[in-house]
């Protein structure tokens, strides 16, 4: 069974990163023993701005009081911050410094050596790089780099594909990943001053020289536990952050489209998109293999199966995004941050409800047909009104 640590894990991950809008009163005491060798790190290696002449100085314009939001396709944190930061976007990077807790969600996640998280960090993505230092780490990722110069200075718990590990860390550690590979070059070393416990498919061979504590090693197999929560989290950071940049790609290209989509979400309009939903998936995908077995069709057939694809491949992100602009509409909130962090909690709760054996087959059809039909019925109205227009033009 998974220790209960690891467990805490996942619920951090998918509730505290999300929903989380206060700071954790911690004390950020550093490790003051010593690795045995000549790979030792010692406190003094822990960046602080009030004790290390090199830290950064930050303009007055550049330092942030409270807690700070950011949002979009590309992001750069580079403030000194008194407070809590959320960030939600494909690429963020953070160079700068918090006095609060950190909780990211993207695509490409990266920490500067520069960057320090007097609290914790709270990450989900699809690759994550740590070269700063932080009090707590909490991370889950397909891909996890931390390079020689990251410092956690109390616990570290990640759950990755593949975790590449060559920094330092100032307690115990907990990690589940498919493919762990702990650093031992001369000089550059990872080490770790409390305990280790990690699930991996291969028990890897670390002296006292690289882990001061105890070491728990849990053999990890495709069906074990820990390689389906493992799983699990993976996907569930992927289904947030392909929801993410559709809506992103739909405030960019369409806002039109999402000041309407609220207008679906009654319940005739849901049943009536659902039944367009189903007849466009059915309906496009036999209209596409009746043209395939014509030599003039071919290509037309080959576009029509695609474009079914496509719309069915988003449907779930549009119904996302409905939902959340019709709740937003109902609870009359105006700030972003409640948006992205509104359509984050319904990709966690239709991605839940798709687990569920049997039923979830069917919500996922559900879901699906309204999204495509949510689209294709936007797209008819949108062309009959350019019509009807065009022709009072002719008219007058």
């Known amino acids: 069974m998974l220790k209960n640590k690891t467990k805490f894990i996942v619920l951090v991950l998918v509730f505290l990163l999300v929903i989380s809008t206060f700071s954790f009163a911690t004390d ?45 396709n590309d992001i750069t944190m580079d403030k000194l911050v008194d407070g809590n930061v959320f960030l939600f976007g494909k690429n963020i990077k953070v160079t700068g410094q918090v006095n609060g807790c950190l909780f990211a969600i993207g695509d490409n996640v990266t ?35 931390a390079s020689h110069s990251c410092f956690i200075i109390r616990d570290m718990r990640v759950i990755a594909n593949t975790f590449n590990f060559s920094g330092c860390v100032g307690r115990d550690a907990f990690v589940g990943a498919n493919n762990f590979y702990f650093d031992q070059t001369v000089d550059k070393s990872a080490l770790i ?63 039109k489209f999402l000041s309407q989509v609220t ?52 449907a779930t992100a549009i119904t996302s995004i409905s939902i959340t602009y019709k709740l937003k509409e109902k609870f009359k909130y105006s700030k972003n941050y409640m948006t992205y962090l509104t359509l984050a909690c319904i990709v966690i709760v239709i991605w839940a409800l798709k687990l569920i054996p049997y039923v979830g087959t069917a919500i996922s059809f559900v879901v699906t047909s309204i999204g495509v039909g949510i689209v294709a019925h936007y797209i008819i109205t949108k062309n009959h009104t350019k019509n009807e227009n065009k022709t009072e033009t002719v008219k007058e």
């Open 28 to 72: 950020t005491a550093t490790p003051t023993s010593e690795v045995p060798g000549d790979n030792a790190r010692t406190e003094g290696e822990v960046p602080d701005e009030n004790t290390n002449p090199d830290s950064p100085q930050y303009p007055e314009e550049d330092i942030y009081n409270g807690d700070l939001y950011l949002f979009d």
């Open 111 to 145: 920490f500067e050596e520069s960057s320090y998280i007097i609290q914790s960090i709270y990450v989900m993505a699809n690759e994550l790089t740590l070269n700063g230092s932080a009090n707590d780490l909490y991370a889950s990722a397909s891909k996890i780099n």
């Open 193 to 255: 001053y409390g305990n280790l416990t990690y699930y991996s498919a291969n028990e890897l061979s670390l002296g006292p020289d690289f882990v001061q504590g105890d070491i728990n090693y849990h053999k990890e197999n495709d069906n074990s536990v820990a390689s389906i929560i493992i799983e699990k989290v993976i996907s569930l950071c992927n289904s947030i952050l392909y929801v993410l940049v559709v809506f992103l790609l739909c405030l960019w290209l369409a806002p």
């Open 263 to 314: 207008s679906y979400m009654t319940v005739g309009n849901c049943a009536k998109a659902f039944g367009i939903g189903i007849l466009t998936i059915f309906g496009g995908i036999a209209i596409g293999f009746v043209l395939l077995f014509t030599v003039v069709g071919i290509p037309v057939g080959i576009a029509t199966i695609g474009l079914t694809i496509l719309l069915s491949s988003i």
